[in-house]
C-alpha cells in the first residue's frame, strides 16, 4: 500500500509541477512517517524514499538508529529547548524554529557539536490561536534576529496551513508565504536563504506547489490515516 501511495504522491506532484511550468525536480517530498511503524517506512524506503519528517523529538531519536544511514530526517514538529540537543546533528533540517530563544539553543548546541544546523522559520501564516509560529509581520524582524547566529543557516520558511475540506481556500495563505520570503530575500539578510518553502500537506500540496512550495509534507496521503488512540 505504501508503495503505491508513493508512486501517486510523486504522480500528482509531477503533475502539479508541470501545471505550474515548475521542475518536479525543484520540490522535495517529506514522507511524514509520525505515529507510523517501522515496518511503514522500510517500506517506503524499499520504494526509493529517502527523506521522512518526524513531529516529535523522542520518535525521530528512535527511528533514526532504526533505519539506514543514508535517511534524511527531517523535524517538524514543535521543539522544546529541553531536547534541541537530540535533534541537532541528527536532522538535516528543523522546520520549525519559531523563537528567538529555541534558535539561540539551537545555535549554543550546534557550536558544542562543532556543526552547522539548516533551519526554517515557522510562520503562523493565519494567525491562528491554535497553531505554533510567529506572526507574518514579524517574519522579517526574526529574520534579522537569526542572521547573529554563526552556527544556524536559515534556508527558509515552513508554515502549517489550517485545516479544512476545501484546499482552495488555502491557496491565498500559500501565496501570501511566497511573498514573505520574496520580501525576505529583498533585504539581503546575512546568513538568511529562502530556497526552501515548506508548505503543503495530504490535503493541499497540490495547490501549495502551485504557489511556489518546494518542500510538500506527506503523512497520511503515503502511510494511510493516523490513529492517536493506541
Ligand atoms: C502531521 C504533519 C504533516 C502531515 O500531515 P498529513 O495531513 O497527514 O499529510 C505535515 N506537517 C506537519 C508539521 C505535521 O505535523
Request: proline content about 2%.
Amino acid at each position: 500500500m505504501v508503495e503505491e501511495n508513493l508512486r501517486q504522491v510523486r504522480t500528482d506532484i509531477a503533475a502539479a509541477a508541470s501545471a505550474a511550468g515548475r521542475n518536479e525536480s525543484d520540490i522535495m517530498l517529506l514522507a511524514v512517517s509520525k505515529t507510523k511503524p517501522l515496518s511503514m517506512l522500510q517500506e517506503a524506503y524499499q520504494a526509493g524514499q529517502r527523506r521522512f519528517g518526524e513531529n516529535k523529538v523522542q520518535e525521530l531519536v528512535q527511528k533514526c538508529s532504526q533505519m539506514p544511514g543514508d535517511v534524511e530526517w527531517h523535524m517538524i514538529g514543535h521543539l522544546q529547548t529541553n531536547k534541541v540537543r537530540q535533534v541537532v546533528g541528527r536532522a538535516a533540517l528543523i522546520h520549525s524554529v519559531d523563537s528567538l530563544h529555541l534558535a539561540q539553543e539551537i545555535e549554543r548546541e550546534s557550536e558544542r557539536q562543532g556543526v552547522i544546523t539548516s533551519i526554517l522559520m515557522e510562520i503562523n501564516i493565519a494567525g491562528e490561536d491554535s497553531k505554533y509560529g510567529i506572526m507574518p509581520e514579524d517574519a522579517i524582524r526574526f529574520a534579522a534576529e537569526l542572521s547573529g547566529l554563526s552556527h544556524i543557516r536559515v534556508k527558509g520558511l515552513m508554515t502549517v496551513a489550517p485545516f479544512t475540506d476545501y484546499a482552495e481556500e488555502n491557496r491565498k495563505y500559500f501565496r501570501k508565504m511566497k511573498q514573505i520570503a520574496v520580501d525576505i530575500t529583498a533585504q539581503n539578510i546575512d546568513n538568511i536563504t529562502m530556497d526552501i518553502l515548506s508548505m503543503g500537506m495530504s490535503g493541499d500540496y497540490k495547490i501549495a506547489i502551485e504557489e511556489g512550495s518546494t518542500c510538500v509534507r506527506v503523512g497520511t496521503g503515503i502511510f494511510g490515516e493516523r490513529n492517536y488512540s493506541k
